[in-house]
């Protein structure tokens, strides 16, 4: 059921940018303004964006198989990581096409009818940017909001794109088109940079949020009154999916069933905290006894079995 609802916004977001490109391109055709011309390549580059988001989208909600265990949730991150590199290609096209205006300065022509047409180009992409935004929020999808957060990035440009040539109609400096499309070009290069830094620490298996992490440490800590403790904490975050991992530590005289009833139910208390998101929940039974159940308790087990760390 998420999947067919995701790749609708995907759909949408394709709809977006098509309409998009013919606007704003129709505007810059009309005008020759290299603000516009700035503006109508970024939406190109949404649309492609777009098609490469509902690629990877079917990758990842592909499920878990013999070569992919932990399933294909971290394929997004390869999404926003190519979204945000073609931003940065498309921001330095933009930037090579309009340092030849600042030396020769070119009049503009039918610069109302163009503005009309970017305001209503911008006008489709706050909407469906919305959309996309809060449905990614919503189904904890990082590709859905990257794509609705550049679709944004597109508004504010097409705003400030409108704002500059506006200005050039009113005053006259020519010089000033080319000047807003680098600095158009500038900001699209940002946006770029935070995709792709984002995309980066996903790969790199970046830990859950630290309000979440804290949620379910206080479940834990208050186990300790059983005397139930826990170490060996670890999360990830991998597209939608997270992932927790923890030793749980039980009197030495449990049996193997009550131990393994006490598991069933503290993972099955934490994946109630995250209602109906995707979560995994793994669990280790060790005796609080025993000094081999300290030889684990970092990701990288001791080299030798009689070392105990030091606390």
Not at 275 to 291: C, Y
């Amino acid at each position: 059921m998420k999947s067919n609802s995701l790749k609708k916004f995907i759909y949408l977001s394709i709809a977006a940018a098509v309409t998009t490109i013919l606007l704003k391109f129709y505007a810059y055709y009309i005008t020759g303004s290299m603000g516009l011309f700035s503006d109508a390549l970024e939406s190109c580059v949404n649309l492609i964006a777009a098609v490469i988001a509902l690629v990877i989208l079917n990758i990842s909600e592909k499920p878990a198989d013999k070569g992919h265990e932990f399933g294909h949730s971290k394929a997004e991150y390869f999404s926003s990581a190519i979204e945000g590199g073609l931003i940065m290609i498309a921001a330095f096209s933009i930037i090579w096409a309009s340092v030849p205006k600042l030396i020769n300065p070119t009049q503009l022509e039918n610069v109302g009818v163009g503005l009309l047409f970017s305001v209503i180009a911008s006008s489709v992409n706050l909407a469906v940017g919305l959309i996309l935004i809060r449905n990614g929020k919503k189904n904890r999808s990082l590709l859905l909001e990257a794509d609705g957060r550049h679709l944004m990035t597109d508004v504010w440009t097409t705003v400030g794109v409108i704002i500059g040539v506006a200005l050039v109609k009113l005053t006259g400096w020519l010089i000033l088109d080319p000047i807003i499309a680098i600095f158009v070009a500038v900001n699209i290069v940002i946006t770029g940079f935070h995709l792709i830094n984002r995309s980066a620490n996903g790969l790199m298996d970046a830990a859950i949020p630290v309000n979440e992490i804290k949620k379910i440490t206080d479940y834990l800590d208050s186990l300790k009154n059983n005397s139930i403790e826990y170490h060996s904490f670890m999360s990830r975050q991998a597209g939608q999916r997270k992932f927790i991992s923890f030793h749980l530590l039980v009197p030495d005289e449990w049996s193997i069933k009550k131990g393994h009833d006490l598991a069933e139910q503290v993972e099955q208390t934490i994946e109630n905290m995250f209602g109906d998101e995707l979560i995994n929940v793994i669990t280790h039974l060790e005796p609080k006894g025993d000094p081999a159940s300290l030889n684990d308790i970092n990701i990288d087990r001791c080299k030798h079995d009689n070392e105990v760390p030091e606390q």
